[in-house]
């Protein structure tokens, strides 16, 4: 069955390997079975930045290198949450039902204020009824969206329910977020420990030029090489294993592995043949990420077809919310 999917997406940072691998796979997946809805959360980014110095420039570069990946604006609503009013509306709404304490317990909150303490702003407080109205606003039952986010989700069930029964409906459903289950594929970082994008230098981005992705898997943390055969892989060499085995073609995976296991390996080598990998994967989606900077009229285009058919939606369900509270029409 066809579901309603709902799912944001922070407005900063490139794409990397890890992103590909993790979320926008399973949207590419999703676009083709669902009713899905995947904006660029540029509301979100205030709550942290809000003096932005390039929110379009931003949101710009997202859209594309979504657009270069593979989502299709013919099959799913494709938007910029700052081009749908509803969105805010509702979350005023919410606001009106959602607690000083329970906004006070969410860990995301306390985490940021313990970051930037000198801007504790009533935004970063009230982020998860922002959340919720974006997911609410579509009547989602489906969230596709990580761990680092279930809190979050859990409070917009909450939030749904309390509506519901404050104002005596069955209106809102409660969302709960997409199990990916084993296809999720965690891509490691480079610098020898954690996972891609978790710190500085250790991402390979999509939109690195080959010259970039050579120098950054050749610094690639590895170790002093094994001493014995079949010895076990310190974890900066298992990442790199890890990583040609999701990239590269078997043979060439298994051909390093025996070398490995026979003492006769050369990082340097392995390496070097990491990173043509790495290039011919990624060169369809760059080359994308190029053409789609040059066309302006077409961005333009999907991004007001996105608002449009968001917008739609929302203001459906905006003026059924208004009625239940009880502002009619005179
Ligand atoms: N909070 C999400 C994140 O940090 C982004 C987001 C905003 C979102 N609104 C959403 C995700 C609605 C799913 C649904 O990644």
Redesign the pocket.
Known sequence: MSEIV?????STGNLHLGNYFGAIRNFLKLQEQHQCYFFI?DF?SLTTHPTPSDLLGNTRQVLIEYLACGLDPEKCVLYRQSDVHEIPELYLLLNMNAYLGELERCTTFKEKARKQPNNINAGLLT?PV??AA??LIHKASK?P?GK??EQ?LEMTRNFAARFNRMYGVDYFPEPVAYNFGKELIKIPGLDGSGKMGKSEGNAIHLSDPPEVIRKKVMRAVTDSGPTQANQPMSEPVANLFMLMKIISSTDTYQYFLDSYNQCTIRYGDMKKQLAEDIIAFIKPIYDRIIELNNRPDYLKQVIELGADKARQSASKTLKEVREIIGFKAF
């Not at 709902?6 to 922070?10: A, D, L, M, T, Y």
């Open positions: 709902v799912s944001g997406i922070r959360a979100h982020y922002l959340m974006d997911i969230v969206v680092d986010q979050h």
